[in-house]
């Protein structure tokens, strides 16, 4: 019996833009061109939204993370960009007594994120990667 072609999926958030392929590969977008692409907390939430979203789904067989225009990622957005007044200077996240103790800034709560995740993911850096770009 022939398989039927994978579903086609497009989902599209403040800060990404997510769209699966036919071969499974998930590519998320960081679509802040006009910041280069600056890590907010929106972006945080979203990206840990898409990962956490990617694991119960069958039909992604790996996650692809680029961004959009002539940066991958300007790092943490220390502007007034962000909707959340607080910006990056509290950089605590949540307190989750079961990792380590130790409370996770903002990158680090997508790193922890990343590091649980059973697919693959695989970052294709397109410009400049600093900061929370690098990790």
Known sequence: AARLPRRFSTRRFSTLLAER?????????????RQMNAFNIAMRDE??????????????????VTGQGKAFCAGA?????????????????????????VPADHAGMVTLQAMRSTKPLVAAVNGAAVGVGCT
Request: hydrophobic share 40%.
């Open 21 to 33: 392929d036919a071969a499974g590969v998930l590519t998320v977008t960081l679509c802040r061109p």
């Open 47 to 64: 990206i840990i939204d898409v990962i956490s979203s990617a694991q119960s789904d069958d039909d992604t067989r790996v996650i692809l």
């Open 77 to 101: 957005d220390l502007g007034l960009s962000d909707p959340e007044p607080r910006g990056f200077a509290d950089a605590l996240g949540g307190y989750d007594e079961t990792e380590l103790s």
